[in-house]
T-cell receptor
Framework: GENVEQHPSTLSVQEGDSAVIKCTYSDSASNYFPWYKQELGKGPQLIIDIRSNVGEKKDQRIAVTLNKTAKHFSLHITETQPEDSAVYFCAASRGYGGSQGNLIFGKGTKLSVKP | DTAVSQTPKYLVTQMGNDKSIKCEQNLGHDTMYWYKQDSKKFLKIMFSYNNKELIINETVPNRFSPKSPDKAHLNLHINSLELGDSAVYFC???????????FGQGTRLTVV
């Protein structure tokens, strides 16, 4: 089955700096890669996702890049703000029926943005 | 209206008890899930279910069982609770497998 590795487990940056979180996946058939943000006491919430037919996607200060050959994808947050502090999860899925369609999550990155 | 709602938010119970957590989604989604988040924040899938198939993660003890009275609900029943069951349990739903998952706010289960 799919296995997703995520690094680093913790990341501390100064407000205004950029933050990068990296993930690798094992199943070459995976084609859907979302990123979730989890704030304290809340459920994870999708912030951006990318499918395997696209190499990069951007939404304001957030961008995701995908390298299918190397089987890794990354989250980039620019101009970080204190409200970006949270736990971020990457995930991967084959995107169709059966257990392979289920989202498999990385172990999370706790991002702290210092004012 | 909350898209995915689960109750209760907190649940404290003694070892050996049987308990249930309820989940409802009003998004018209086909597939619902239960995830367990341990103290290290690791999100592990327990079940996924739509009207055609129930997929059980092989590592989940059979003390855990999902029950779906209809397409909008997937409840989690836990028998003979153990200390190691203490965690936060999240319900989620997707339009279909491999699309954006919407999560509930979580149920923090503490077994004493």
């Amino acid at each position: 089955g799919e296995n997703v590795e995520q690094h680093p487990s913790t990341l501390s940056v100064q407000e205004g700096d950029s933050a990068v979180i990296k993930c690798t996946y094992s199943d070459s058939a995976s084609n859907y890669f979302p990123w979730y943000k989890q704030e304290l006491g809340k459920g994870p919430q999708l912030i951006i996702d990318i499918r395997s037919n696209v190499g990069e996607k951007k939404d304001q200060r957030i961008a995701v890049t995908l390298n299918k050959t190397a089987k890794h994808f990354s989250l980039h947050i620019t101009e970080t703000q204190p409200e970006d502090s949270a736990v971020y999860f990457c995930a991967a899925s084959r995107g169709y029926g059966g257990s392979q369609g289920n989202l498999i999550f990385g172990k999370g990155t706790k991002l702290s943005v210092k004012p | 209206d909350t898209a995915v709602s689960q109750t209760p938010k907190y649940l404290v119970t003694q070892m050996g008890n049987d308990k249930s957590i309820k989940c409802e989604q009003n998004l018209g989604h086909d597939t619902m899930y239960w995830y367990k988040q341990d103290s290290k924040k690791f999100l592990k899938i327990m079940f996924s279910y739509n009207n055609k198939e129930l997929i059980i993660n092989e590592t989940v003890p059979n003390r855990f069982s999902p029950k779906s009275p209809d397409k909008a609900h997937l409840n989690l029943h836990i028998n003979s609770l153990e200390l190691g069951d203490s965690a936060v349990y999240f319900c989620a739903s997707t339009l279909r497998r491999g699309t954006e998952a919407f999560f509930g706010q979580g149920t923090r289960l503490t077994v004493v």
